[in-house]
């Protein structure tokens, strides 16, 4: 159990309809004469161009139904060209390349939602996906922290907590928690930065020191929270008898935040965003 744990309890409300809608989509039918007599149909009508925007709508979503990849793509073009101020259609075509296996192009799209508006947290986080299944995780790494540094101290929680995640996909633990301590120290009544440290240092084995976590997160959350970060820390306690790990292991967690908070700190914490 780990930071990916977080990552599901966190994204509520950060996902794009289209995601759900591609992951419930039914199988693609059997290429008949009728299916594809409906295909063509389709076709001219999207190339006719004259569809009102629910129509559009309404025949994107019979394409997604039908499988028809191509014309549900050829589409989202002219919608979201039509509509360049809507971010949400850019990003339904960008989830759409990226699972017809055409990274580059969703890239592209991305790219022209976060030129336009560099912090917009459903692209930067489809695009930090896209640059990982492409192994380019430092890329990725490199534009979340400018990104950081443009939002400044108390603006940037959601962003800092995609960088501690990605940095702990790539096992620098350390990194990930030091900037976690960081959010914490910027906005104190949040309890992600908690609940992410926890989640941490319990995918390292470190039990004593990951209840210790949500203590700091139970204090912080509300009381709708509670008792979900109350199950937890009872889960772990218990696995951690189960396995017979040694009950005391705090201090190491304690001497890794004098490590790395015992430096002179740059303006808005930014220290812990120069990475390697």
């Known amino acids: 159990m780990g930071l990916a744990l977080l990552a ?3 994204a509520a409300g950060l996902g794009w309809e289209l995601s759900g809608a591609l992951r419930q989509r039914r199988p693609e ?3 008949d004469s009728t299916g594809d007599a409906e295909r063509d149909l389709l076709r001219s009508r999207i190339m006719a ?7 559009q709508y309404e025949l994107l979503d019979r394409l997604l139904l039908l499988g028809s990849m191509p014309e549900a793509l050829m589409l989202l073009e002219q919608m979201a060209d039509r509509r360049s101020e809507d971010p949400g259609l850019r990003l339904m075509l ?3 390349r990226r699972t017809q296996n055409d990274p580059e192009g969703a890239e592209r799209e991305l790219r022209l939602i976060l030129h336009r508006t560099p912090a917009h ?3 930067l986080q489809m695009l930090t996906l896209v640059q990982l299944e492409q192994d380019r995780a430092p890329e990725a790494e490199q534009r979340l ?3 950081m540094r443009q939002l400044g101290a108390g603006e940037r929680m959601e962003v800092g ?4 995640e990605l940095l702990g996909r790539q096992e620098r633990h350390q990194e990930a928690r030091a900037v976690l301590r960081m959010l914490a120290g910027e ?3 949040d309890v992600r930065p908690h609940l992410a440290r926890a989640l941490s240092v319990m995918d390292q084995g470190n039990t004593a020191a990951a209840l210790a976590e949500l203590e700091t997160a139970r204090a912080v959350a509300g009381s709708e929270l509670q008792p979900l970060i109350d199950g937890l820390a009872a889960s772990w306690s218990l696995e951690a008898m189960r396995d017979g790990e040694p009950p005391s292991s705090v201090e190491s967690l304690a001497a890794e935040d004098e490590a790395t908070s015992g430096q002179p700190e740059e303006s808005g914490g930014d220290q812990e965003l120069r990475g390697r």
Do not use: H, N, T, W
């Open 8 to 10: 599901v309890l966190l």
């Open 29 to 31: 039918p059997a290429q």
């Open 49 to 55: 161009g004259d569809l009102s925007e629910a129509e």
């Open 94 to 96: 960008a989830e759409l």
């Open 121 to 123: 947290l459903e692209a």
């Open 145 to 147: 922290r400018e990104v």
């Open 161 to 164: 907590l995609m960088l501690a």
């Open 187 to 189: 906005q104190p009544g």
